[in-house]
């Protein structure tokens, strides 16, 4: 079965880095686009970024300066760099995946990993 396992998060202060990963394993990597989500304490789960089987990449206006998305297809693994870490970046990161092109909505994924706490002080 398809299974996406997230891992890397932690308490960062403002201004810091860090990495969140997420191996697959269950389907052929190569073929699905790998997407992260963020979700917030009362807030709705929104999209941070996407990479396709290509390389081809796509990232919300919200961090699309700050934040790198790649993806490693020997290891089936996807990774979220984020740089310049701000408070309102503090939610629980999702990695998704489907089997098709980039996509920016989460109907679109029909499987998830269980999240990854990231925490940014201030």
């Known amino acids: 079965q398809v299974q996406l396992v997230e891992s890397g998060g932690d308490v960062v202060q403002a201004g810091g880095s860090l990495r969140v990963s997420c191996a697959a394993s269950?389907?052929?990597?190569?073929?699905?686009?790998m997407g992260w989500f963020r979700q917030a304490p009362g807030k709705e789960r929104e999209f941070v970024a996407v990479i396709a089987g290509s390389g081809i990449k796509m990232l919300a206006d919200s961090v699309k300066d700050r934040f790198a998305v790649s993806r490693d297809n020997a290891k089936t693994t996807v990774y979220l760099q984020m740089n310049n870490l701000k408070p309102e970046d503090t939610a629980v990161y999702y990695c998704?995946?489907?089997?098709?092109?980039?996509?920016?909505?989460?109907?679109?994924?029909?499987?998830w990993g269980q999240g990854t706490q990231v925490t940014v002080s201030s």
């Open positions: 269950g389907l052929v990597f190569r073929l699905y686009a």
């Open positions: 998704a995946a489907r089997g098709g092109g980039l996509s920016f909505s989460e109907d679109d994924y029909p499987f």
